[in-house]
């Protein structure tokens, strides 16, 4: 089992900026697919963005040309770089991850990633 601890949400303008961080306890980060995910208060979860082993990335539609994630095998941790945010961004964002063969569909469904963190919150005001 692989524990995630995520950093860097808090509070931020419209139009701002965030990177939130996620750091993995595990023995090596190589075969695992990242996501991110965020619940807004009474929505359901929603993928935000992943990211394969081999470094295939995934954004949903809302967030496409705001958002970057990345990892840094290395550290065992995943990024999410968040810029122009909007006041809709708010919600608690949580990382996953699951471990997969290279090559494999990234997953995009809650029930698909088998590890989570605690969540931040990241609250964008107008």
């Known amino acids: 089992q692989v524990q995630l601890v995520e950093s860097g949400g808090g509070l931020v303008q419209t139009g701002g900026s965030l990177r939130l961080s996620c750091a993995a306890s595990?023995?090596?980060?190589?075969?695992?697919?990242l996501g991110w995910f965020r619940q807004a208060p009474g929505k359901e979860r929603e993928l935000v963005a992943a990211?394969?082993?081999?470094?295939?990335?995934y954004y949903a539609d809302s967030v496409k040309g705001r958002f970057t994630i990345s990892r840094d095998n290395a550290k065992n941790t995943v990024y999410l770089q968040m810029n122009s945010l909007k006041p809709d961004d708010t919600a608690v964002y949580s990382c996953?991850?699951?471990?997969?063969?290279?090559?494999?569909?990234?997953?995009?469904?809650?029930?698909?990633?088998?590890?989570w963190g605690q969540g931040t919150q990241v609250t964008v005001s107008s």
């Open positions: 996953a991850a699951r471990p997969l063969p290279y090559g494999s569909p990234t997953p995009r469904k809650t029930d698909q990633y088998t590890d």
């Open positions: 595990v023995r090596t980060f190589v075969g695992y697919t």
């Open positions: 990211i394969s082993w081999a470094g295939i990335t």
